[in-house]
Nanobody, 125 residues
Framework: QVQLVESGGGLVQAGGSLRLSCAASGRTFIHYAMGWFRQAPGKERESVAAINWAGGITYYEDSVKGRFTISRDNNRNTVYLQMNSLKPEDTAVYYC??????????????????WGQGTQVTVSS
């Protein structure tokens, strides 16, 4: 099973940018679609973005379209989430996830093989 470790969270002012990274180890990274989820206090965890094994297919939740970009480097076993034009409502714990296969559908359908520990993103107004 793949192990995931997120980094890059922090405190930023509204309108600012952050880049989250998720480093994978263990089973072959290229076998997995990857996704980013977030959970704000008192709310359910929601999918933010997803990417298939090759990086050619991506998905974004409506509220982040045009502001967030998901990408992956299969040589570095790492998936990224570039977050621009951040808003206070983006404040949450962000989690990296690996799907049970390379298809992006696994992320969108909640078929998750592994979760990271989460990284806090706080956007001040």
């Amino acid at each position: 099973q793949v192990q995931l470790v997120e980094s890059g969270g922090g405190l930023v002012q509204a309108g600012g940018s952050l880049r989250l990274s998720c480093a994978a180890s263990g089973r072959t990274f290229i076998h997995y679609a990857m996704g980013w989820f977030r959970q704000a206090p008192g709310k359910e965890r929601e999918s933010v973005a997803a990417i298939n094994w090759a990086g050619g297919i991506t998905y974004y939740e409506d509220s982040v379209k045009g502001r967030f970009t998901i990408s992956r480097d299969n040589n570095r076993n790492t998936v990224y989430l570039q977050m621009n034009s951040l808003k206070p409502e983006d404040t949450a714990v962000y989690y990296c996830a690996a799907g049970v296969s390379g298809s992006i559908a696994t992320i969108n359908n909640g078929r998750i093989a592994s979760w990271g520990q989460g990284t806090q993103v706080t956007v001040s107004s």
